[in-house]
């Protein structure tokens, strides 16, 4: 994939809840199948801290955490979605759910399985994601 960033937007289905991040045109996408992202079928670009901004919403967001509670998964109060959040893999970054993204500067993309369901075993391969 292309390091040249472009602006991408996106927001909760209310869109209560808005951001914006830097990230290639042509996006990697990683489908997990752990219980959580397989139940609400989310789809991560993870993206360092500092190429996600929150353009609107911050009153309207609101926090839970499990297990190890590393992993801070931000959900609108308004519409229940799940947009971003900070992932356990990645704590110095943000997942972005790609389902919630706009898609007018996204060039193309590719979705890859993750597996989730074995996490402990494969979360070191999603660990450089974050960095810049």
């Known amino acids: ?28 996408v990683d489908e997990c199948d ?3 992202c397989e139940m609400h079928g989310f789809q991560h670009i993870i993206v360092p801290k500092s190429r996600f901004t929150l353009l609107s919403g911050q009153d309207n967001i609101t ?4 297990n190890t ?9 308004t519409c229940g979605i799940e947009s971003f959040y900070v ?24 979705i890859l399985p993750f597996d989730g369901k074995n996490w402990e075993a ?4 999603l660990a450089h994601m974050s960095k810049e």
Not at 63 to 66: E, I, K, V
Not at 69 to 77: L, R
Request: proline residues 4%.
């Open 63 to 66: 926090t839970y955490t499990f």
């Open 34 to 36: 752990c219980s959580m």
């Open 1 to 28: 994939m292309t390091t040249e960033l472009t602006t991408h937007q996106g927001h909760c289905h209310c869109r209560a809840v808005t951001w914006e991040i830097q990230a290639p045109a042509k996006l990697r």
């Open 69 to 77: 509670h590393v992993a801070q998964h931000y959900f609108c109060k």
């Open 87 to 110: 992932p356990r893999s990645n704590p110095d970054g943000y997942s972005i759910n790609f389902r919630c993204l706009e898609r007018d500067n996204v060039a193309e993309y590719e």
């Open 122 to 125: 494969n979360a070191a391969k």
